[in-house]
């Protein structure tokens, strides 16, 4: 009887050991979804990061916000701050980490013109509300002297779905032209008055490089990556600024307030890239619910931690802007907010 009562207990602590060893391998699998901004850098920094395998589902910032609002990911992440309405969702106060920040460029496909076209944020809201509908109108000719413009109609491409790109750009349209601001405003899903839907960067690409006349919104590493050509676009001091990570840098050094929600589109440097944004990962600031263990909860504020200093080392060659030491700062101090059953997470 007392070696079967042995060989009972060693079978039990057999199996408590192969459970916890289960739950530690679950505490250091993270998933996140959202942005198809950032996906170039996470990919980069998720591979090179040794403490935990990250899973980052690519498929677009509000989908990312409604995968976390399901608490179906670790963190979401969005190059838009929460709406109202995606705050109340939530059911709980979310936090908004900066990760990097990056441009968004018009591109375009317009036979026998290779040439960094000029444009106003007022003529591309035109252009998106369908009010300019000629590559040759005179408002395009006027800010592109000398480029051959054919009477080619031009043909709108936008997001299909909830974009953080869309909110971008968006913003910008609605801080530079007043009639964008009164009939679509900013949304990461407007009612587009005009043109085509492409899903995702991929799908926006294929349109424009398959459709004359194009004009589409990309990331600008995805536009340096896919060979498309992109406009010059002016900035509030009135220089037409080529995208470059240093003009976006620029536009991003700003003051960033204590929740790090903030626009740098229409930026006041003169220097600056108009189109340019933070994207931000997403977590609960309470990590004590589904049954999340602490060690995962830690495991997310360590990788987090990671993205904000070791991992800023990969913006450039990816064509993103590392974060100032403001925002670095700021993104620290939202580190510090998350806690655990009310409690502050050691790292």
């Not at 996906?39 to 920094?45: A, C, D, V």
């Not at 838009?80 to 990097?100: E, F, W, Y």
Request: net charge positive; aromatic share 8%; charged share 15%.
């Amino acid at each position: 009887m007392k070696l079967v009562k042995i060989l009972k207990l060693a079978v039990v602590a057999i199996a408590t050991s192969g459970l916890a060893l289960s739950a530690s391998a679950q505490d250091n699998e993270l998933t996140g979804a959202g942005s198809t901004f950032i996906n170039p850098l996470f990919s980069k920094i998720f591979n090179d990061y040794k403490a935990a395998k990250v899973n980052y589902q690519s498929v677009g910032s509000g989908a990312g916000i409604q995968q976390l609002t399901a608490k179906t990911v670790d963190f979401g992440d969005s190059d838009a701050p929460m709406n109202d309405d995606q705050t109340k969702a939530a059911g709980a106060p979310v936090l908004h980490i900066p990760m990097a920040s990056g441009a968004v460029v018009i591109t375009y496909n317009i036979p026998g013109v290779t040439a960094s076209l000029n444009l106003t944020g007022k003529d591309i809201a035109d252009i998106y509300l369908g009010k300019v509908t000629k590559w040759n109108s005179p408002e395009i000719a006027a800010t592109n002297k000398g480029v051959n413009l054919p009477d080619l109609p031009i043909v709108v491409i936008h997001r299909s779905e909830s974009s953080g790109t869309s909110f971008i750009f968006t913003d910008f349209l609605t801080k530079v032209n007043p009639e964008w601001a009164t009939k679509v405003g900013k949304n990461a899903a407007p009612n587009w008055p005009a043109g085509l839907g492409g899903k995702g960067s991929a799908g926006v690409e294929g349109l424009v490089k398959t459709t004359p006349g194009a004009i589409a919104y990309v990331e600008l590493f995805y536009a340096i990556q896919t060979k498309m050509l992109y406009a010059n676009v002016q900035n509030k001091s009135g220089k037409f600024i080529k995208p470059t990570l240093e003009a976006t840098t620029l536009a991003s050094n700003v003051t960033i307030p204590a929740d790090t929600k903030v626009s740098v589109t229409n930026t006041d440097n003169p220097a600056g890239y108009p189109i340019a944004s933070f994207t931000w990962a997403l977590i609960y600031k309470e990590q004590n619910y589904n049954g999340r263990s602490l060690a995962k909860a830690t495991a997310l504020l360590k990788l987090l931690e990671f993205n904000i200093h070791e991992g800023q080392k990969e913006c450039e060659a990816l064509s993103y802007a590392k974060l100032s030491p403001a925002a670095v700062k700021a993104a620290e101090a939202v580190l510090k907010e998350a806690t655990y059953g009310g409690k502050p997470i050691k790292l």
